[in-house]
């Protein structure tokens, strides 16, 4: 059997990866304003679509709660969660 030492569970850090569809999103800015650690922000920069869209201002504040991923009526924002090795094992 494999278990994960307490040590590499030490090691592991998580983080949230935020990924916004530039094709898909309409700049509805539902995401940002549902997000409840205010982690989004608007973005200055029009997309090719014509539209503002949301940009991940404080991906380190995320939850990984998925509230703009299931709010959003266009399918156009995603989270992840991420691992990542702090120090190689
Ligand atoms: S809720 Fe969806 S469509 Fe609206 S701004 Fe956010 S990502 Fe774009
Ligand atoms: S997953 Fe939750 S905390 Fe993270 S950006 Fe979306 S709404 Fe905000």
Do not use: W
């Not at 994960?4 to 592991?12: K, P, V, Y």
């Not at 869209?53 to 989270?79: L, S, W």
């Amino acid at each position: 059997m494999h278990r994960i030492s307490e040590q590499m569970r030490d090691n592991m850090k998580s983080k949230m990866g935020i990924h916004i569809s530039h094709d898909y999103c309409k700049g509805c800015s539902l995401c940002v304003s549902f997000c409840p650690k205010k982690v989004l922000d608007v973005s200055q920069e029009l997309t090719r679509m014509g539209v503002y869209p949301p940009f991940p201002r404080h991906p380190e504040k995320c939850t990984g709660c998925m509230i703009c991923q299931n709010i959003c009526p266009d399918f156009a924002i995603y989270v992840e969660e991420i691992k990542e090795t702090a120090h190689p094992v």
